[in-house]
């Protein structure tokens, strides 16, 4: 991940909470995230699929209170959905987002301990990943493994490492000249030992950061390749599908089919965008120093 | 991440900003000076769909009737009654092998080049070659024997065979090369003058056309899509919009609502086979699930096909029981109760599916009652038809997946897997060739390869009967003969959903006539009678 304009984070932070002082702040918002996340995970496991199943004699609805989002052309109450699909959404978001930071915590310790020729081939397959565009090969995989959630996934998974691989491998590097390491060296300890004991616990971290920071990028990505329709069922709540079959629907007035939905998600992946960032100032303190 | 922000909040400001435009702009444009349209003398059209194969009757182009850019030697009249286009006369030999067909000596092709007994056996010899969706199987020969008769010689007596000759467009011999499904020249009311691909053809009379001119000189058809006609009718920008019944139900200034009766059907076609088999070209065949007669009669019996109508169709429509309902060769013994659960869930318990592990849905030792129901993506209509299905039969235990593919992944997945198919034809050859052993595996007709030695037979005598009378018999024992059959309280390879009216918005004073009643066409039937349509003065 590129680090952020400090200025960039000050103003986001100012427009919650403005009395408080910036610590303050950073828990606050924190908090609230956190406790939306975890609000929209409960709905989601809690809410009952009857409420998302079709029942044609309720269609067409716009929002009451009996259905906050109203429910769509075929009578599924769009709450539920919305629920249920930022919630298959951070799933999926999460798992590909850990799988890709486990391929770049291995590629970028590799890189910069294995010698030259291997960071040079791993600092080549970074700049070719990096010179396409995350959404076409994001694509491409999830067509070649057929779609579905393992399609998307994978596709994700496989897109998102490379950045963050190179902030790992410039980290190792810079480890690797640090003065404890080259006692151990000197002290004759094996690469790999130096990499698990020394290196490794240094970066966990950035592990952390990193992983929080893929989350918001991972479930954008999700809901991209399921609007285009390379991804799941159209039974399957994702936000993706709910917003590309919406489209369809718009034209008739139905504003609130697409409209409650992409908000949701807006404000999810901003929750997650702050959590990351204040993260990031907690765990790594040169962050904290800006 | 600030940049994938701000890109989040673009997209959703151009969703939030084609709403606001679609709802408010049609207001001013569509209440356009009525004087202006009347003497217009060309149409703005959003009713087709593009055809993937262009516009040659040798590979199917309309193979419903009306090619448009063709003409063919018999047409259907209002009535469904044949009548003579081409031909001026036919005569059938005794045995009714051999058919006798007289042509129209006036007639030309729009290159200026008469159209001969020659360009017709050309025609039907080159479609009986290319194994093409014309079923020409019947046909053994073809011979122009002079300059405007020609000869048809059968392997045996079918009294279907008018049927092909009414629908097959007649194409010029010495124009008809491997370009010509994207230049087509012919002897139908219409010529070919431009297509963008993806966009748009533009089409212009054809002078040379023996029949009745139309009033239009120039007719554009758009290819829009189905939520993009409706805008474009909303904005005022077409003619006459074809539209889903999803969204009848709002008004468009400047336009009338026509809602036109059809044979056009959907419903959903089981594999019959068990899994295994593959096709010749390599594609898996059968499923273990739906070859359960259990699992395709308690869909049958379970699906609600009035709340279907009422709630997808808006209630432009109406329950279908089989393939041809209403139709003079249907078996109104096939209607079965629907809306039945509880019936339902009894012949799947006979039949040994029980929910041993307690997930809510059905195994039979290892095989859980599960499929998956495909249907092609662009279509809203057939989408919200499958989720409504699925969920409909969820209580019983029965999981299907519905996914939306494109044709060339359904050509793939449609011989091993549940699909939302759409068929309705003046012709009964189109039950033939849907329920017959015959035309397993064979394009789109029967890939559940259903078989039943009794149906064959029934449909063997259909085709050969020498009266209608005589076949209309045998097609009705073919769907149910008391004992068996191929409808839905026989084998039930099929369940048959909704029958469709046809909806299409057309401009408030434009009189479109008295079309027939539409068969399944993708829109182009509904040129049929391009003659007739004027504007109101």
């Known amino acids: 991940m590129k680090s952020i304009d400090p200025t960039i984070v000050k103003k986001k932070t100012l427009i919650y909470i403005p009395k408080l002082n910036r610590r303050q702040r950073t828990i606050v918002s924190t908090v609230f995230a956190a406790m939306l996340l975890l609000a929209i995970i409960l709905g989601g496991l809690l809410i009952s699929n009857e409420r998302i199943t079709t029942n044609l004699e309720i269609r067409n609805l716009s929002p009451s209170l009996e259905h906050p989002f109203g429910t769509d052309w075929l009578g599924r109450d769009m709450f539920a959905r919305t629920i249920k699909g930022l919630t298959l959404s951070l799933g999926v978001g999460i798992t590909a987002a850990a799988f890709s930071v486990l391929i770049a915590l291995a590629l970028g310790m590799l890189a910069a301990t294995m010698g030259k020729r291997i960071d040079a081939l791993i600092s080549w397959l970074i700049d070719l990943f990096l010179?396409?565009?995350?959404?076409?090969?994001?694509?491409?995989?999830?067509?070649?493994?057929?779609?579905?959630?393992?399609?998307?996934?994978v596709g994700v998974a496989l897109t998102h490492w490379p950045s963050l691989a190179r902030v790992i491998r410039a980290e190792v590097m810079q480890l690797r000249s640090a003065e404890f390491v080259g006692i151990s060296r000197q002290f004759g300890k094996a690469s790999w030992w130096i990499a698990t004991r020394h290196i490794f616990p240094h970066l966990i971290p950035q592990f952390f950061v990193g992983l929080v920071l893929l989350f918001p990028h991972a479930v954008l990505h999700e809901a991209a390749v399921t609007f285009l329709g390379f991804g799941l069922s159209p039974q399957q709540p994702a936000i993706g599908i709910i917003l590309s079959e919406s489209m369809k629907y718009l034209s008739t007035g139905m504003w609130w089919l697409a409209f409650f939905p992409g908000l949701a998600l807006l404000i999810m992946v901003r929750s997650f965008d702050i959590l990351g960032d204040n993260l990031h100032m907690l765990i790594d303190p040169h962050r904290g120093h800006e | 991440m600030s940049?994938?922000?701000?890109?989040?909040?673009?997209?959703?400001?151009?969703?939030?900003?084609?709403?606001?435009?679609?709802?408010?702009?049609?207001?001013?444009?569509?209440?356009?000076?009525?004087?202006?349209?009347?003497?217009?003398?060309?149409l703005v059209l959003a009713i087709g769909s593009e055809p993937d194969d262009g516009f040659d009757p040798i590979n199917g182009w309309g193979r419903y009737g009306s090619p448009l850019f063709q003409s063919t030697l018999f047409v259907r009249d209002n009535n469904f009654k044949i009548v003579n286009d081409l031909a001026t006369d036919y005569d059938i030999s005794e045995d009714g092998i051999v058919w006798t067909v007289k042509?129209?000596?006036?007639?030309?092709f729009s290159d200026g080049m008469a159209l001969t007994a020659a360009d017709v056996e050309y025609t039907f010899d080159a479609a009986s070659k290319s194994g093409s969706v014309i079923d020409l199987n019947i046909m053994k020969s073809v011979e122009a024997t002079d300059e405007y008769t020609v000869k048809f010689i059968l392997n045996e007596p079918q009294s279907t065979f008018i049927n092909v000759?009414?629908?097959?467009?007649?194409?010029?011999?010495?124009?008809?090369d491997e370009n010509y499904a994207e230049n087509p020249i012919g002897s139908g009311p219409f010529k070919l003058v431009q297509w963008d691909k993806g966009q748009q053809i533009i089409v212009e009379v054809n002078p040379e056309y023996y029949g009745e001119k139309p009033n239009f000189k120039k007719l554009t058809f758009l290819f829009l899509g189905e939520d993009g006609a409706f805008a474009a009718a909303k904005a005022g920008q077409v003619d006459m919009a074809s539209i889903p019944a999803a969204f009848s139900q709002q008004e468009v200034p400047g336009m009338k609502l026509v809602n036109l009766n059809s044979v056009d059907n959907r419903g959903i076609l089981f594999p019959f086979a068990a899994s295994g088999g593959t096709t010749e070209e390599g594609f898996p065949v059968g499923n273990d699930v739906t070859a359960d007669i259990a699992i395709r009669k308690a869909i049958n019996i379970a699906i609600d096909r009035t709340a279907l109508v009422n709630g997808i169709l808006e209630g432009y429509g109406t329950p279908a029981y089989s393939v041809c309902d209403g139709m003079p060769w249907w078996n109104p013994d096939t209607v079965t109760q629907d809306n039945n659960l509880e019936e339902a869930k009894?012949?799947?318990?006979?039949?040994?599916?029980?929910?041993?592990?307690?997930?809510?849905?059905?195994?039979?030792?290892?095989?859980?009652?599960?499929?998956?129901m495909i249907y092609p993506a662009s279509d809203q209509t057939r989408q919200s038809l499958a989720i409504a299905v699925a969920d409909m039969i969820k209580p019983l235990g029965i999981h299907a997946i519905a996914e939306g593919k494109s044709w060339d992944e359904i050509e793939k997945m449609m011989y091993s897997n549940a699909v939302l198919?759409?068929?309705?034809?003046?012709d009964p050859l189109e039950m033939f060739n849907l329920y017959s052993s015959e035309t397993a595996g064979k394009g789109y007709y029967n890939t559940g390869f259903y078989s039943n030695s009794t149906v064959d037979e029934y449909m063997k005598k259909a085709l050969e009967a020498t009266t209608e009378e005589e076949a209309i018999e045998y097609w009705k024992k073919a769907q149910w003969d008391g004992t068996t059959g191929f409808s839905a309280k026989g084998d039930a390879p099929w369940a048959w959903l909704v029958n469709l009216d046809h909806l299409y918005l057309v401009k408030e004073n434009l009189e479109i006539g008295t079309p027939k009643v539409q068969p399944h066409g993708h829109g182009w039937p509904m040129t049929d009678n391009i003659v007739e349509w004027h504007w109101n003065k």
């Open chain 2, 165 to 176: 000759l009414a629908t097959t467009g007649i194409v010029p011999k010495h124009a008809h």
């Open chain 2, 103 to 108: 042509l129209r000596e006036d007639v030309k």
């Open chain 1, 131 to 153: 010179s396409v565009p995350h959404l076409v090969s994001l694509i491409l995989i999830a067509f070649t493994l057929g779609g579905g959630v393992k399609g998307v996934v």
């Open chain 2, 346 to 372: 009894k012949i799947l318990a006979d039949a040994g599916w029980m929910d041993t592990n307690g997930d809510g849905m059905l195994q039979k030792d290892s095989l859980k009652a599960e499929f998956t």
């Open chain 2, 3 to 42: 940049k994938k922000l701000l890109s989040l909040i673009m997209f959703f400001a151009l969703i939030l900003s084609s709403i606001l435009l679609t709802s408010c702009s049609p207001a001013e444009k569509a209440i356009s000076p009525t004087e202006e349209n009347i003497n217009k003398d060309e």
């Open chain 2, 421 to 426: 198919f759409g068929w309705g034809s003046y």
